[in-house]
């Protein structure tokens, strides 16, 4: 081989050195950081139990409720006006950080969009607020843990409606469905919905000068303070666990809105516990 094909040959290994270098580094790096990515997520998780959750760990059914119910009703509360900032933040897109998602639709829209006008954005009470008639008084109607944004008209679709499978399209619902007394959301966020209204049931006994909200397996429960159907929202928790979005928003609301935390995205074999 002539010198100048080896010079060119030792250029070229040397160039694929550097460049395997290169290509080695960012995905070890990208690696390390996968593969810890998990176990902060448990070691989260674990902490929270031995600290946050420390007198609901070992206890199931009523004895589970009632733990939960007294370490989640320690909280900060926020005035309705303040619920839109917050759903800036809690409900940013994680690839637009000017837009929210919204819940049903899954659209992402601008944060500036807020109101309610057609082609706005406004704050869903995922437990209908007429169901126990809370409001927009500081407690429940306020409570970030089951409020949402979502698309002015679709957000009128579901209206009061109680839970269930079947019906037909919503427009702009992105594969949400809707028939004369039921809402079904969209697949990806049908155990968030169920998450949210377990949250309420459990947070909400009877204090604080509002109705005890619970679950039940019907529809049409107009103004009582139930939410149906609880055998359709089980499988739902069960069909879609918590993604990082539901855990992100958990995790924001805890840390610098209400400072309590819906058990069941921490914990949702804790929905069959108790329900
Ligand atoms: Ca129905
Ligand atoms: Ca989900
Ligand atoms: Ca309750």
Redesign the pocket.
């Known amino acids: 081989m002539p010198a100048s094909h080896i010079r060119h040959w030792r250029a070229l290994t040397l160039a694929a050195s550097t460049l395997l270098i290169a290509l080695t580094v960012p995905t070890a790096t990208a690696a390390t950081s996968a593969t810890s990515a998990d176990p902060t997520a448990t070691a989260a998780v674990t902490t929270y139990d031995d600290t946050y959750y420390a007198n609901a760990i070992g206890k199931s059914g009523s004895a589970l409720k009632s733990s939960l119910h007294t370490i989640i009703s320690s909280q900060t509360k926020i005035s309705y006006d303040a619920v839109w900032n917050a759903l800036k933040v809690t409900d940013q897109d994680p690839s637009n950080s000017s837009n929210v998602i919204l819940l049903y639709s899954g659209k992402s829209r601008s944060k500036s969009l807020n109101g309610g006008d057609s082609g706005d954005w406004n704050r869903e009470h995922v437990w209908a607020k007429s169901h126990g008639d809370f409001g927009t008084a500081t407690g429940p109607g306020t409570d970030l843990h089951h409020l949402r944004p979502e698309d002015v008209a679709v957000n009128g679709i579901r209206g009061n ?2 839970f ?4 037909s399209a919503v427009t702009n619902g992105g594969g949400s469905l809707v ?4 809402f079904e959301p969209r697949d990806a966020v049908k155990g968030d919905v169920a998450r949210m209204i377990l949250y309420m049931a459990v947070r909400y006994e009877g204090g604080d000068g509002f109705a005890d909200l619970e679950p039940d397996d019907v ?1 049409n429960n107009g103004s009582n303070p139930y939410i149906g159907r609880l055998s359709v929202l089980k499988q739902w928790n069960d069909e879609d666990p918590p993604d990082a979005f539901e855990e992100n928003r958990n995790q924001v609301i805890y840390a610098t809105y209400q400072h309590n935390r819906n058990p069941f995205v921490d914990h949702p074999e804790w929905v069959e516990s108790i329900y």
């Open positions: 409606l109680d269930d499978n079947g019906g028939d004369s007394n039921s529809v």
